[in-house]
């Protein structure tokens, strides 16, 4: 696969010149169900226009939060909804699917971690051991919750653990992390971030990823005699 | 040559060493503090230390004893209640042994020469030529140190072959000197694997007084399998320190913030007495509610023999982040269940 060139940019703003795969940053926590289908009308029509593929916002959708990539075509080619939920949005019931599924594409194998899913190791390792090479992610960050390093340790915490490839949108702006750790653009807000990496490389250390499956094996008792946790923390 | 010298040496040094001897001369050198132990009221008041020690050739007995009790004494009058060595520190007391720059000599040239089974070969035999007085030596020297300064030693370690299965094991002393948690790495690195050493099977946690403390190694850092474990085990502190094969790296903030455990990075040093030159600093990491930073860092790497910390895990317990907080048992139960884990759907439009 020949180097793929990904652009962060704000909602519905005209790509940078080259840019093949766009993912917009949007201010809002999510595109309400309401509008939800105007939304993705209005993505697919840029995706034609612009002649690239698409990550929009975040919208809702039968109560579950979600991100969905677009083809060049305006086609909806994969869609993943959120595993976790921002605690803000618990309050409101939404849903959580209890499956991360990284799908085939043109670019590769891709994972779309849904909004605070970035944050979580466990989503990001599944979506590698199914065979995902890159992670499209899009976070919802509050101005006053925004710090470079909280976009870091979701971001560059996924590609490093993983060597995997990895791009960011988190609040108003974006980062992108090639697999074998190197931070190709941002984080910044000064959009459009952009950087260009082969999408099909992966650097998974498939050794450490059976040994990881093989001790939560193990330890199967110990995690799943504790229904009301994941990883020691109260489930709140 | 290489063989005989190795058993020469080895019978040689079980007359130089005993246990008695040993302990001796820790007394000596670090004598019983009857007063107090390091003051510990709760999570929130804890102070950890982490050394950055020196991979060196050892004159004798008494140096190597002094060597280590340096980084214990300093980190007892600082007050730490627990302080943490890099794995395969005992491994350095190898150097010990009678004639051992002519054994070093026989083995370097041993392993250019030689194929990669015989390399396996010549390292399963010595580690299970030494294994018995190197871990003799280790063990009583930080048992008896942990004793004297009534301070929790996690100690590093050694190789061991056990039932014909040879492992990188590492010690946890409480402050009566007793072995509290002894633990197979986990992630052995490539160059362990090629030279048959066999991963641990699960994580083994040692209860101590300021709560659950897990020996993990910096190859852990990458996955966050073992903390996850360590942090359902109700551990508070998990050692992952630096290795004769790297650093520990940043991910030990992320792993700290994500797990909730103060996390140990001990460092390590060598100016090429063994053949090889590194400088790798110690790291002390905790979730960032109980740093003063707030970037998860509670004492940034630093190139000091020492680094000291406190850190408030009652703070960083009571406090959540909405962004990371979120746990969905549902999908955990499904990952550890499937084996294979989650099934990938095809296009996963829906």
Redesign the interface.
């Known amino acids: 696969m020949q180097q793929l060139t990904i652009a962060i940019v704000p909602t519905l703003a005209a790509p940078p010149e080259g840019a093949q795969l766009v993912i917009f940053c949007d201010p809002r926590g999510y595109v309400a169900e309401i509008d939800s289908s105007m939304m993705l009308a209005a993505a697919a029509r840029y995706a034609i226009r612009h002649k690239v593929y698409l990550v929009p916002e975040r919208f809702i959708a039968a109560n579950y939060l979600c991100l969905c990539l677009l083809s060049p075509q305006g086609v909806v080619i994969g869609a993943q909804r959120a595993v976790h939920l921002n605690l803000s949005l618990r309050e409101h019931n939404y849903y959580r699917d209890d499956a991360i599924r990284p799908f085939d594409t043109p670019l590769g194998r891709v994972a779309l971690l849904v909004d605070v899913d970035v944050n979580m190791p466990q989503v990001a390792r599944a979506a590698v051991e199914a065979g995902a090479t890159l992670l499209l992610s899009s976070q919802f960050i509050q101005l006053y919750d925004l710090y470079e390093d909280r976009v870091r340790y979701g971001a560059i915490n996924a590609a490093v653990s993983n060597g995997v490839n990895v791009a960011a949108a988190a609040g108003m702006g974006g980062i992108i992390v090639r697999c074998d750790g190197r931070e190709l653009a941002g984080f910044s807000e000064e959009l459009p971030v952009v950087a260009a990496l082969d999408p099909s490389r992966c650097h998974a250390d498939r050794d450490a990823i059976a040994a990881g499956r093989r001790l939560l094996t193990r330890h199967r008792p110990l995690l799943a005699d504790r229904p009301a946790v994941e990883g020691g923390r109260l489930d709140v | 040559m290489y063989k005989f010298r190795l058993k020469a040496s080895a019978f040689a040094m079980s007359y130089l060493s005993n246990e008695e001897r040993v302990r001796e001369l820790a007394r000596q050198i670090a004598p019983y503090r009857g007063d107090k132990p390091a003051p510990f009221i709760s999570a929130g008041g804890l102070k950890v230390a982490a050394a950055r020690t020196t991979v060196r050739r050892y004159r004798g007995l008494r140096d190597y004893v002094e060597d280590q009790n340096e980084p214990v004494a300093r980190a007892a009058a600082a007050g730490c209640q627990l302080v943490a060595f890099p794995e395969l520190g005992a491994m350095s007391a190898i150097s010990l042994l009678p004639g051992f720059s002519a054994l070093y000599a026989d083995l370097t040239k041993l392993w250019a020469s030689g194929s990669q089974s015989d390399r396996a070969e010549a390292f399963a035999e010595l580690c299970a030529t030494v294994q018995g007085f190197v871990g003799e030596v280790f063990l009583n020297t930080f048992s008896q140190l942990a004793r004297s300064h009534r301070i929790i030693i996690a100690a590093g370690g050694l190789y061991q072959i056990e039932n014909g299965r040879l492992t990188n094991r590492q010690y946890l002393f409480s402050d009566t000197g007793e072995v509290a948690a002894v633990q197979d790495k986990?992630?052995p690195e490539r160059w362990e694997r090629s030279m048959g050493v066999s991963?641990g099977?699960?994580?083994t946690p040692g209860d101590t007084r300021i709560g659950r403390v897990a020996l993990l190694t910096a190859s852990c850092l990458?996955?966050?399998?073992?903390?996850?474990?360590?942090?359902?085990?109700?551990c508070s502190v998990a050692v992952a320190g630096a290795s004769p094969f790297g650093p520990s790296?940043d991910?030990a903030?992320?792993r700290a913030?994500?797990?909730?455990l103060c996390l140990l990075s001990p460092g390590l040093r060598s100016r090429g007495d063994f053949g090889f030159e590194y400088h790798y600093p110690a790291r002390i990491a905790a979730p960032r509610a109980a740093t003063r930073s707030r970037?998860?860092s509670a004492a940034s790497p630093e190139d000091r023999p020492l680094l000291t910390a406190r850190v408030d895990l009652e703070r960083a317990a009571s406090q959540?982040d909405?962004?990371?907080?979120?746990?969905?048992?549902?999908?955990?139960?499904?990952?550890?269940?499937g084996?294979e884990?989650?099934?990938?759907?095809?296009?996963?439009?829906?």
């Open positions: 986990l992630y991963a099977e699960e994580l990458p996955n966050y399998e073992p903390f996850f474990i360590a942090s359902a085990a109700g790296s991910l903030r992320y913030q994500e797990s909730g970037d998860g959540f909405l962004y990371s907080a979120d746990r969905n048992p549902a999908f955990f139960r499904a990952l550890i269940a084996g884990g989650p099934a990938p759907k095809e296009g996963g439009a829906e």
